[in-house]
């Protein structure tokens, strides 16, 4: 069974950084996408950045590409998301998710949140201006 478990979010003020991390359990095979939604306050969630297992190759959002990066260290079973240059509208429940699906999908960011069966408890980001 995968199980995942967020930590590292926290309050910040506008262009600072926080580093979450996503510690996954259960994943056995390469052939995994591990991604981070995020879901502000009366917003849909919102896909944000996408990592494939088996060669670390990455999906950004255009609201975070240059600001956020996302790094595995697979050793450790853990998915980093390195969020820098903060901004108030970055304020998000943030939740790490994962499934097994194509290198292109998962690179392409094809993907929503209906199609991941496995979901963190998430952990809240919180900026002030």
């Known amino acids: 069974q995968v199980k995942l478990v967020e930590s590292g979010g926290g309050s910040m003020q506008a262009g600072g950084s926080l580093r979450l991390s996503c510690v996954a359990s259960?994943?056995?095979?390469?052939?995994?996408?591990v991604g981070w939604f995020r879901q502000r306050p009366g917003k849909e969630r919102e896909r944000i950045a996408g990592i494939y297992r088996s060669d670390g190759s990455t999906y950004y959002a255009d609201s975070v590409k240059g600001r956020f990066t996302i790094a595995q260290d697979n050793a450790k079973n853990t998915v980093y998301l390195e969020m820098n240059a903060l901004k108030p509208e970055d304020t998000a429940m943030y939740y790490c998710v994962a499934e097994q699906m194509s290198k292109l999908d998962c690179s392409s960011g094809h993907w929503s949140p209906r199609e991941f069966n496995y979901w963190g408890q998430g952990t809240q980001v919180t900026v002030s201006s």
């Open positions: 259960g994943i056995f095979v390469s052939s995994f996408c």
